[in-house]
């Protein structure tokens, strides 16, 4: 079996919540997920005004989770903040989709021409 061919187990939840010490602060555990994820969330979270602190880890390889820890400045709570970030990630992805699609039939168009 070569190494690509390795299933990763799937994870028995999508999302686990771990409470910080106030609702400004909290670890989620995404499940399933990777650094794909990650990175791209904490990188929005932190461009949002409200974002104290935001960090991701992959506890090991072999597991097949996220966890993202959030903290806020408390005028919202961790988790409407974590909401936030995900819908500004999903405009922001559903944007790109939309400019590539837009390129690749200007490309195709050209080559029609040519």
Known sequence: M???EVK???ATEKLQVKAGQTEAA????????DHTLGNSLRHVLMQSAGTDFCGYAVPHPSEPYVHLRLQTDGEQTAT???RHGLLELSECCDHLDSVFDDAFKDFESKQMDA
Do not use: R
């Open 80 to 82: 409407a903040m974590l």
């Open 2 to 4: 070569a190494v690509n």
């Open 26 to 33: 909290a670890t989620f555990i995404l499940g399933d997920e």
């Open 8 to 10: 990763l187990p799937s």
